[in-house]
């Protein structure tokens, strides 16, 4: 199984919808969750935290479910300019920021 | 505002070749570390280094060479290049190893071996 599980995509979705993303993690014991956004032939830039309670950033919602062991992503009223891949990041506490990175849901915004 | 800068951008070398892939950054960061993204894999960390003087390997490090003389630079080295290094290669870094410092990534090397 691998440490951080994410479903590649590619969401089509028109302009305005509503798009969730889910992302598995497998050491019980991970400290820390990040979402990352990666556009085409990019850096990742970070786009948000995501704490224990859940966290609103604009449009954007993250939550985190320690029991079931997933972290999740919420884009409310899409724009076109949205469409990237979403990286799920884990931090699994083993010293330095060791991040254990997805390999991305794509999200494809179109008009 | 500089941020992360590596170069070269792109880069295409022959099997047995070295090269050294250049990082720097100018927001005194201690924290600094290298990775590698292949198509249908997350972000695999290379090396890294907490501060001058000071490096330790990471997932994947076999084949390559890092060092920190300075706070800024942070330079990886192919040995003898393979055609498994084809890659895109992000440096990066972090105010510090706190668990929910983000990370400040460059715009990445582009590098084909062939």
């Known amino acids: 199984r691998k440490e951080v599980e994410q479903d590649p995509g590619p969401f089509n979705v028109p302009e305005g919808a509503t798009v969730a993303f889910n992302c598995t993690y497998s050491?019980?014991?991970?400290?820390?969750f990040f979402w990352y956004r990666q556009d085409c032939r990019k850096e990742p830039k970070l786009l948000m935290s995501?704490?224990?309670s859940g966290n609103e950033d604009g449009r954007f919602t993250a939550q985190l479910n320690r029991a079931s062991q997933y972290i999740s992503l919420l884009i409310r009223d899409s724009k076109l300019s949205d469409s990237a891949t979403y990286l799920c990041v884990v931090n699994p506490g083993t010293g330095f920021q060791k991040l254990v990175f997805g390999t991305g849901t794509r999200l494809l915004v179109s008009p | 505002n500089a941020g992360v800068t590596q170069t070269p951008k792109f880069q295409v070398l022959k099997t047995g070749q070295s090269m050294t892939l250049q990082c720097a950054q100018d927001?005194?960061?201690?924290?600094m570390s290298w990775y590698r993204q292949d198509p249908g894999m997350g972000l695999r960390l290379i090396h890294y280094?907490?501060?001058?003087?000071?490096?330790d390997q990471g997932e994947v490090p076999n084949g390559y060479n890092v060092s920190r003389s300075t706070t800024e630079d942070f330079p990886l080295r192919l040995l003898s290049a393979a055609p498994s290094q084809t890659s895109v290669y992000f440096c990066?870094?972090?105010?510090?190893?706190?668990?929910?410092?983000?990370?400040?990534f460059g715009d990445g090397t582009r590098l084909s071996i062939l």
């Open positions: 280094s907490v501060g001058a003087g000071i490096t």
């Open positions: 990066a870094s972090s105010y510090s190893q706190g668990p929910m410092e983000p990370q400040h």
């Open positions: 927001m005194n960061h201690e924290y």
């Open positions: 050491n019980s014991a991970s400290q820390s």
């Open positions: 995501v704490y224990s």
